[in-house]
């Protein structure tokens, strides 16, 4: 496993080194979509609604639009945000655990204690167990500052995030006022003991991922497929009356961005933030 955040839990004056992994993943198989026709490869492109032309993620800026206006926000302006460089993992209080309302929790994090000695980790870790609390805190991840909760998994501690108070929906809708007998809480008592048991998520699969599973195994055994580099495509011939000078392959996009990199880099720029970077931003 590859940790993604490192830092510290903080409590009081307690430090308590930790590395941040991944606790889940994904167990769906995962499409591109392609021409029904020739089954080339679909992809979409960044186009500015004002110029028409293509641009380059060094060039992109992030904008907030209220209605009326839109503020653009620039690489410089986000990165003096004092939130990027918390490395921290701050409790800010410690409350009994079934005050934590399922619906807040997000996504989960294993910790994995970091030095010689773990000892101060373990302490944490049996604190929450004795006394039965959740401990709230707040940290930056990926340059959000983010509300979670320290838990308990097993010897380890997890971390899960927490949406804010202000994410959840207001309704406008309620059951209606229904006459409960006492014969029919009856019935769904006795119904409910029937179907009562310790939870085991093994025993639990997702049948329509399996099929599918089995479904594109099938296509392969039985010849159903193409060539994956053929989806790619080639670029079309200058001549081609079809061609619109795009770049469909992959190395032939490489290529080219190295080589408008190059014929640039004598000028000057005003955007130095590279496209990885801008990558982790959208996400």
Known sequence: ?????????????????????????????????????DHGRIRYERHCEVCGREVDYDHIDKAYDDGDKTVVLTDEELDALPAEDNDEIDVVQFVPDEQIDPILLGTSY??????RSSKAYVLLRRTLADTERTAVVT??????????????????????????????????????????????LTMASALVDQFSGDFEPEQFTDEYQEQLRELVDAKLEQGESVDTDETFGTERAAGDPGGDGKVVSLMDAL???????????????????????????SA
């Open 255 to 281: 290529e080219r961005s190295l080589e408008k990199r190059r014929g640039s880099s004598g000028g000057s720029t005003s955007k130095k933030t590279s496209s990885s970077k801008k990558s982790s931003r």
């Open 1 to 37: 496993m590859r940790a993604i955040w490192s830092g510290e839990i903080s409590f009081g004056l307690v430090n308590v080194p930790v590395k941040l992994y991944g606790a889940t993943r994904s167990h769906d198989l995962s499409f591109h979509q392609v021409h029904d026709e």
């Open 139 to 184: 940290f930056t991840l990926r340059t959000k500052t983010r509300l979670g909760v320290l838990r308990i998994h097993g010897d380890l501690l997890a971390l899960q995030t927490l949406r804010w108070p202000t994410d959840l929906r207001e309704v406008d809708f309620a059951p209606s006022r229904t006459r409960i007998s006492t014969k029919e």
């Open 110 to 115: 294993f910790l994995e204690p970091v030095g």
